[in-house]
């Protein structure tokens, strides 16, 4: 692993071990202020906050030795530090990818599914997936025709397959 | 012994029909194609037939999923060959050697070895399951709610351990958070609602098969979406049979490699990525040519793949004796068996104990299967890796909605798998290890139920869990565990190495 690379992860641990601090002790003072259902004739020892307190001390330990370790190894300096240009444009790139694959999955998932016709909605989520993806930028739309069938066609038989298979075949309720 | 033989024969027997034997084929042969995928892998090929085979019997619908299992872990090597890309995590170590020998216009043959020498593993870890889930099973029935709080803590610690070697530290963080969401909802001692704020759906707890499609589906398309371009197979495929002496030369590899793989899989949540390059590791160790190791050695190939089937095997051994799954796609068909109405875990020998070697058959058939598969058809197959990421990932991601929604039809469901998408991308962008956190998902219910059970037992005594034989033995792993990285332990273990070969030098 590079300098850069190592540095950068333990920049990452430094934020990751704030927020696991903050989440168990959150879990702690949940399960410390839980209902130990004494009214109900029972045994504080099973009351239900036990395991998860427990689990919330663990957490929080594990999480202090990551900040720790962190600390040592300068982790809260992430935010001085500035990455090389080429790796920061490679990195955007790929954050651009996962962003826009996110977002079309969540329209797809939380927007058509129980909205929509379920092969319309997965027609237009397969249509749309391919053609954000294959299309270049670049390029004059007119050129990219192609792209466009192949998406639509794709699409068109990917959703209606689906429903058969899983609606037909497989008897299987679908969103 | 005997009877066990007899169950296994009966078994299989009762298999030998024309519908179970075309379900083990194409089943086989989807696992092989899901395995080779890569973004597909075995765990979400296996969560994905959970829905299908819902309405299937159950003999029928577990054989259908073991098949998957096997055929995935197996088909994941063909795209480790081809493109030096592991279809699925348990192929990682098979890229090493495999890819190298397929640039040298030698893929056919790199095929026909991972075949057989997944074949072999295969074999080897049936024959363990067989011997060593009545053993094991029988020995559990011993435990009692000190002992299996124990066994919970010990799952989540070695399988942090193992998963995350850099840094146990997040492999642990992952486990403990796995426990944790395990806990959201109802709780079975009293049935009160714990941290769902109100939420109806979220009183019934998170189930594990959404959460499953979310961290190694979902997750998985994100990854491979992160990047650009991946190379499309141009290898040429000659000859796939291998030949005797290639496997006859490295017998003991392959029996070590078996054994090995089978051990490392019946740890519980560790699984056949770890039993592989385990089984490499000891190859390369006991190779009389190490430093063709990672250059395209036959040894190192035929090491990773005997290895990684090897411990599917191995990690069923839990899943029927203890109720505890050794790999991710172990849980999902942990989850299976209770959705059809089976009750693995240590009583499974005195309720059902032909069931035990039903699965032992059931192995077999889907050894067979993958064996004739993967010798044949190889060049039609392998044009499945031509299909351009970007055409593959939107219909995956349709089939992750239909596998998280279909089994209780719950849109809530879908939520999950996103969520859990979103969480595991993130955790392995940060070098976390997700086996551990739905191994906790599991191992939740487990350790809360045991340790209060335990403790009302005992009156709120804490002496009986750190007194009773079997608790002393497990926690005497987990202090093991849990030290066995740090520099202290490290630097002491290399002394008395030191101390006991100059000893016995000086002897001499």
């Known amino acids: 692993m590079t300098d850069m690379a190592y540095s950068k992860m333990t920049g990452k641990d430094f934020i990751a071990s704030i927020i696991l601090i903050v989440f168990s002790i959150t879990i702690i003072v949940m399960s410390y202020t839980m209902p130990r259902l004494e009214r109900r004739g029972i045994d504080p020892l099973s009351a239900p906050g036990v395991v998860p307190g427990m689990i919330g001390v663990v957490l ?50 939380i927007g058509f599914l129980g909205h929509l016709n379920y092969s319309i909605g997965t027609g237009i989520f397969i249509f749309s997936f391919i053609c954000l993806f294959e299309i270049r930028p670049g390029q004059p739309l007119k050129d990219q025709k192609r792209t466009f069938v192949f998406a639509l066609i794709q699409a068109i038989i990917a959703s209606l397959l689906i429903t058969l298979v899983f609606q037909q075949l497989f008897l299987i309720d679908l969103p | 012994m005997f009877e066990g033989l007899n169950y296994f024969w009966e078994s299989l027997l009762g298999f030998m029909n024309v519908r179970t ?41 577990i054989l259908i999923l073991i098949c998957m299992y096997i055929g995935a872990i197996y088909g994941g090597g063909r795209s480790a060959i081809l493109l030096n890309i592991p279809g699925t995590p348990a192929n990682a170590a098979t890229a090493m050697d495999g890819y190298p ?44 709610s000190f002992e299996f709080f124990w066994l919970a803590v010990f799952g989540i610690v070695i399988s942090g351990n193992l998963t995350a070697p850099k840094d146990p530290v997040k492999g642990w963080i992952s486990g403990f958070l796995g426990l944790f969401i395990a ?22 707890g998170i189930n594990l098969i959404p959460a499953m499609v979310g961290a190694f589906g979902f997750a998985e398309i994100l990854s491979m979406m992160k990047f650009q371009h991946v190379n499309v197979v141009k290898s040429k495929i000659e000859r796939v049979i291998p030949r005797l002496r290639d496997i006859f030369k490295f017998r003991k590899t392959i029996i070590r490699s078996g054994l090995i793989g089978t051990l490392i899989g019946a740890i519980p949540g560790v699984g056949e990525d770890i039993a592989a390059w385990v089984s490499y590791d000891f190859a390369k160790r006991g190779s ?124 809530f469901d879908v939520r999950v798998m996103i969520f859990f998408g979103i969480l595991g991308f993130v955790m392995l962008e940060m070098e976390y290890p997700v086996a551990p956190m739905i191994l906790g998902l599991i191992l939740g219910n487990m350790l809360d139920t045991n340790f209060r059970r335990a403790l009302v037992i005992s009156e709120g005594e804490i002496l009986p869990f750190i007194s009773r034989p079997i608790c002393i033995v497990l926690i005497s792993f987990i202090v093991l565990t849990l030290v066995s990285k740090t520099q202290w332990f490290t630097t002491v273990t290399a002394r008395v190495t030191e101390k006991i070969t100059s000893y016995f030098k000086e002897d001499s």
């Open chain 1, 60 to 109: 929080l330990c594990l999480a202090l030795i990551l900040f720790v370790r962190s600390i040592r190894k300068g982790g809260y300096r992430i935010f001085q530090k500035k990455t090389h240009s080429t790796e920061e444009h490679r990195h955007q790139g790929a954050l651009t990818r996962v962003s826009l694959t996110l977002l079309v999955s969540l329209i797809y998932a």
């Open chain 2, 21 to 61: 034997i075309f379900d083990v084929f194409w089943s086989t042969q989807l696992g092989i194609i899901v395995g080779m995928l890569p973004g597909l892998t075995a765990t979400m090929g296996v969560a994905l037939m959970t829905t299908l085979t819902f309405h299937m019997a159950p003999d029928n619908a």
């Open chain 2, 288 to 411: 009389k040519k190490p430093d063709e190791f990672g250059k395209g050695s036959v040894e190192g190939l035929i090491a990773s793949e005997t290895g990684n089937n090897a411990a599917v095997a191995g990690a069923v051994i839990p899943v029927l004796s203890l109720g505890i799954p050794g790999s991710a796609p172990a849980a999902v068909l942990l989850a299976a068996m209770f959705i059809h109405g089976v009750r693995p875990g240590p009583l499974i020998m005195i309720e059902s104990p032909d069931f035990v070697y039903k699965v032992v058959a059931m192995v077999f058939l889907a050894t067979c299967a993958m064996f004739v598969l993967g010798l044949s058809m190889v060049k039609y197959v392998v044009k499945i890796l031509q299909v351009p990421r970007t055409k593959l990932m939107p219909i995956i991601f349709t089939l992750c909605v239909i596998g998280s929604f279909a089994i209780q039809s719950r849109i």
């Open chain 2, 183 to 204: 806990l959201i909802g109802m709780e079975g001692i009293h049935g009160f609602v714990r941290f769902s704020f109100g939420n109806t759906n979220l009183s019934g």
């Open chain 2, 101 to 144: 020998l397929a640039m040298k216009g030698e893929a056919g043959r790199a095929i026909g070895i991972s075949t057989t020498g997944s074949f072999l593993g295969s074999i080897i870890g049936m024959i363990m399951l067989a011997f060593f889930t009545p053993l094991l099973g029988n020995f559990a029935l011993n435990f009692q």
